[in-house]
């Protein structure tokens, strides 16, 4: 089955700075990366996904790259601010049977 | 308002004592499924659902059950719960393809 690694387990930057977070996937036949933002005390919400015919897709201060020929994905998070504070998870699957794997998460902390 | 609801939010029962946590969604979404979520092991799914009467085990099935009789709901049931479950868990649910889980909110379970 599919095997998802992230990195780093925690991340901490100064507001306004970058974050960058990083995943590998073993399964080539994956073709459908989301990340989620899970906020204390909530379920995780979707915050952009990219599918394997793209390189790279951004939406305002969040932007994700692929890599399906080493198999990894990462997101980028610039300007960042203290609601960004939260743990990132990234996943990967197949879209056809959608069982998504899901790797180990990012605590983020934003300080002020 | 689309949403994924779980019930309950927080559970405290005995070994052995038998239960079941509720799940149900208003998106019409095919797809359903459980994850468990611990510290350290990021998400992990118990067992998803394709559509109704269709269910297949995740990555960790063991000593949990579920059942998709209606396409909105999709309980989880534990037989025998032990100190092991103790865990937060999430429901989700998908259209199917490309299009995203939405999760609930989380139950956390504690087995004494």
């Known amino acids: 089955g599919e095997n998802v690694e992230q990195h780093p387990s925690t991340l901490s930057v100064q507001e306004g700075d970058s974050a960058v977070i990083k995943c590998t996937y073993s399964d080539s036949a994956s073709n459908y990366f989301p990340w989620y933002k899970q906020e204390l005390g909530k379920g995780p919400q979707l915050i952009i996904d990219?599918?394997?015919?793209?390189g790279e897709k951004k939406d305002q201060r969040i932007a994700v790259t692929l890599n399906k020929t080493a198999k990894h994905f990462s997101l980028h998070i610039t300007e960042t601010q203290p609601e960004d504070s939260a743990v990132y998870f990234c996943?990967?699957?197949?879209?056809?049977?959608?069982?998504?794997?899901f790797g180990a998460g990012t605590t983020v902390t934003v300080r002020a | 308002e689309a949403q994924v609801t779980q019930n309950p939010r927080y559970l405290i029962t005995v070994t052995g004592k038998k239960l079941t946590v509720t799940c149900s969604q208003n998106m019409n979404h095919e797809y359903m499924s459980w994850y468990r979520q611990d510290p350290g092991l990021g998400l992990r799914q118990i067992y998803y659902?394709?559509?109704?009467?269709?269910?297949d085990k995740g990555d960790v099935p063991e000593g949990y059950k579920v059942s998709r009789k209606e396409k909105r709901n999709f309980p989880l049931i534990l037989e025998s719960p032990s100190p092991n479950q103790t865990s937060l868990y999430f429901c989700a649910s998908s259209p199917p393809g490309y299009g995203g889980y939405t999760f609930g909110s989380g139950t956390r379970l504690t087995v004494v």
């Open positions: 996943a990967a699957s197949h879209a056809l049977d959608y069982k998504l794997s």
């Open positions: 990219i599918r394997s015919n793209v």
């Open positions: 659902s394709m559509n109704v009467e269709v269910t």
